[in-house]
């Protein structure tokens, strides 16, 4: 496979692609196009580019939609859209991608090895993003979503784009080799084009990745010694420039079946008690699991409380300090200073009460319920919810949240 993502609709550049790739005599039976190869900017653009890849290098296309490809289908009898054809089989591997349809396929008797594409990376894995575009503020620019396809496909390797700052890398963690093609429209600072794609060999189970780049040469990383295809001006191989980030870990102790609980603190009574399914293999460390579980147990206590068709919002921590804050009193002080040290004479009861359940528990979320009356009034609900745990050190934190407005809930994670 010759693997790329991420044009952004510059034909220019796809066409120098071209050219560089036919010069180069690569040897290759397909190509992957991993989402984000048009530009909502230029209509058209992501067809004209996926035509031009068939025509210009005559092999068949097949592509997954990313964020910036809003066109229909292509009309190319050599451009495949994969959420539209279903996975496609080559002797016994299978091609499956999900660009916008995320409901898995069956995998076919017979099938060896499969390669997934999506345009998201899984969450944790070559996903770094930016606060302002990432997933539910996080630098997380993986979307769980995905990480549960390649727990159930199991593929030899995943191909995606999307994360550009973790583009032209690839790691192998728990069977699975995750390929990030980001991003062909790459520019040196002099504007010449140095975009990054790769050479995919899949052989039964075992998988051969070969990083290559537009205007590359061959030479000798000066950080592992290897000889790599990188840009001219470049000293460090991709891998030996990011080496401190993409450390993976085996979770062996990191269980993938929990019973969640949501229960009422003030009684104990339970309002929600259903399995979790973590696909902790696909999880890159300790932390990064603890972040997915936040997100499972935040999707289940909105599920619930949304159950009556009313929305609910999640208030971030720097959106509490601005909504609950009273008086003009420390306009420059840190959220720190608030979660530590803040004074209700200054800045309201209500906040520091909420600053001593952050203190306690630092994934802690106020969510906010707002409801409609048919007569076209409406009112609000402020939930706290918080782990269970902490109120065995501070047992009267339910209490005080009522005592203020607040509706707390409390939620248990047993490992099953």
Not at 51 to 71: F, I, P, Q, S, T
Not at 246 to 261: Q, Y
Request: hydrophobic share 40%.
């Amino acid at each position: 496979m010759l693997a790329l993502s991420d044009v952004h609709g510059k034909e220019d550049i796809a066409l120098k692609f071209i050219d560089w790739v036919k010069k180069e005599s690569v040897s290759y039976d397909i190509v992957v196009a991993a989402g984000d190869i048009g530009n909502p900017q230029r209509p058209g653009s992501m067809c004209r580019i996926l035509r031009a890849l068939a025509e210009g290098l005559g092999k068949n296309v097949y592509y997954v939609k990313g964020n910036w490809d809003v066109e229909g289908g292509c009309g190319d009898s050599r451009v495949f859209d994969l959420d539209s054809t279903g996975p496609i089989l080559f002797g016994d591997v299978m091609l499956v991608g999900h660009g916008r349809r995320a409901e898995p396929y069956e995998v076919p008797r017979g099938v060896r090895s499969v390669v997934l594409v999506t345009h998201y990376p899984p969450f944790s894995v070559l996903d770094k993003g930016k606060l302002i575009d990432s997933y539910k503020h996080s630098l997380h620019a993986g979307v769980p979503e995905v990480n549960y396809l390649v727990s159930l496909y199991r593929p030899v390797v995943h191909i995606f784009g999307h994360s550009h700052s973790f583009g032209g890398l690839d790691v192998e963690l728990n069977g699975v080799r995750y390929v990030n093609v980001a991003r062909l429209d790459r520019l040196a600072k002099s504007g010449e084009p140095i975009g990054n794609y790769a050479i995919i060999d899949v052989s039964g189970s075992s998988v051969r990745v070969e990083w290559r780049f537009i205007n590359g040469v061959w030479k000798k990383c000066s950080g592992c010694g290897r000889v790599v295809h990188i840009p001219d001006k470049w000293a460090l191989c991709r891998k030996c420039a990011n080496k401190s980030e993409l450390k993976v870990a085996r979770l062996s102790d990191a269980p993938s079946r929990l019973l969640f609980k949501l229960k009422d603190p003030l009684n104990g009574a339970v309002l929600v008690s259903s399995e979790l399914s973590i696909p902790s293999a696909t999880i890159s460390d300790k932390a990064a699991y603890e972040d997915f579980l936040e997100l499972m147990v935040l999707r289940k206590v909105k599920s619930y409380l949304q159950s009556d068709g009313f929305r609910v919002l999640d208030i971030s921590k720097e959106k509490v300090l601005e909504f609950y804050k009273t008086g003009d009193a420390g306009s420059l002080t840190p959220f720190s200073e608030y979660l530590f040290a803040c004074k209700a004479s200054e800045s309201g009861e209500r906040l520091c009460a909420l600053m001593k359940v952050f203190s306690a528990d630092k994934r802690a979320h106020v969510l906010w319920k707002v409801l409609r009356g048919q007569d076209g009034s409406t009112s609000m609900r402020e939930y706290v919810v918080f782990d269970g745990r902490v109120l065995e050190e501070h047992p009267h934190l339910a209490e005080n949240l009522l005592r203020l407005g607040f509706i707390p809930l409390a939620y248990t994670l047993e490992a099953l």
